[in-house]
């Protein structure tokens, strides 16, 4: 009989998107084929402690996304090693190997998971992983950086304005708001799920907007309010992605929320695929694939625009690590492009591979 895969799941962390990615992490665990893998759960908790679990007990209130959090008890920490050339999990309580690790499948929304800091550890350790690398995951999760590089490469983007939180100052305020006008929206730089946005209209909704992001990041974002329909694509691959349908997001909120995407289930209807043209399915694949190539993606990437009335489409951001409960629109838009849920869970593992195997052909000394 053929060895088993062994995949870690990996999910939770010291971020914002925290409980999203414990719903993650639940519905990929459910879907994965348990014929073709060995299965490890490892739970970051909010101390950032790596949490070794037994399987189908390792959630407490699994039903509520407000109360969902890691079971900690009877759980072992552990953390990631490199035992005999082997990627593996150490027992932090006795310094032995726990289990050998094939692939590491990355759930971990927000910071500290999708912005390049737990890549580089696996990196480190020569194993694969599903997703964007090192510089990719820094790219998407940096939002300001981001739309720069975007605007470089000449994918249109809307006009914003970044600020540091040691240098903003009430006349750079002033001339953003001249230049961008009311409504404005306000976000932490290197945050997702609609964690710390905030939709405003004039200055003293403003100046509370940005105490309110700057709780979450050192750099916030102020940008225009571009009206239009809000339409997501998923893509799929490493050096030749590929695109699905897209889909379209219709909040049922002043905008799309946290607490509409995850909380209030007629926060959103989802128009999966979205009622669109040939031509703008293929002029949004097409830049949906582009956006991911220039921001140095791999894996699996969401990427969402915005499509106004005058048919100009506009990049918002891209989303490295995206929401993946199976109501989510990442896998949601590959199943109406004909790819099953626990069928993208398995191509994401084997371009995992791929990924590692092809770093391994290079060159890692000169002579």
């Given at each position: 009989m053929k060895n088993k895969l062994k995949v870690c799941l990996l999910f939770g962390g010291k971020s914002g998107e925290?409980?999203?990615?414990?719903?993650?992490?639940?519905?990929?665990?459910e879907a994965l084929n348990k014929d073709s893998?060995?299965?490890?759960?490892v739970g970051i908790n909010k101390k950032g402690e790596w949490l070794l679990h037994e399987k189908d007990d390792y959630l407490l209130n699994s039903n509520n996304p407000k109360k969902v959090e890691i079971k900690e008890k009877n759980s072992r920490r552990v953390f990631p090693t490199i035992e005999k050339n082997v990627p593996a999990l150490l027992d932090l309580s006795d310094g032995k190997m726990v289990v050998q690790v094939d692939v590491f499948f990355l759930l971990t929304h927000g910071t500290y998971g999708e912005d390049g800091a737990v890549q580089g550890l696996l990196e480190m350790m020569n194993v694969a992983y599903v997703g964007a690398g090192i510089l990719g995951s820094a790219i998407g999760m940096d939002k300001d950086i981001?739309?720069?590089?975007?605007?470089?490469?000449?994918i249109p983007i809307g006009p914003f304005h970044s600020f540091n939180y040691s240098d903003i100052s009430e006349s750079q305020l002033d001339i953003a708001i001249q230049e961008l006008d009311y409504p404005i929206f306000v976000k932490p730089a290197n945050l997702g799920s609609s964690v710390g946005i905030s939709k405003v209209n004039n200055k003293k909704s403003l100046d509370k907007a940005i105490e309110e992001a700057f709780q979450y990041d050192t750099k916030i974002l102020l940008e225009k309010c571009i009206l239009g329909r809000e339409i997501e694509c998923s893509v799929l691959g490493n050096d030749a992605p590929k695109a699905s349908l897209p889909g379209e997001v219709i909040p049922s909120h002043d905008?799309?929320?946290y607490e509409a995407k995850y909380i209030d289930k007629n926060g959103a209807k989802l128009e999966i695929p979205a009622k669109l043209s040939d031509q703008q399915v293929v002029d949004i694949q097409q830049l949906a694939v582009k956006t991911f190539k220039v921001l140095q993606c791999a894996g699996m990437a969401r990427v969402d625009f915005f499509l106004t009335q005058d048919n100009q489409l506009y990049v918002n951001e891209i989303n490295t690590i995206p929401g993946f409960t199976k109501i989510s629109m990442y896998p949601k838009l590959w199943e109406v492009s004909g790819i099953s849920y626990s069928h993208l869970l398995d191509k994401l593992i084997t371009l995992a591979v791929e990924k590692k195997q092809q770093k391994d052909s290079l060159k890692r000394s000169f002579t």
């Open positions: 925290h409980e999203v990615s414990l719903m993650s992490a639940k519905s990929v665990f893998y060995e299965i490890f759960l981001m739309k720069r590089l975007l605007r470089e490469a000449g905008f799309y929320s």
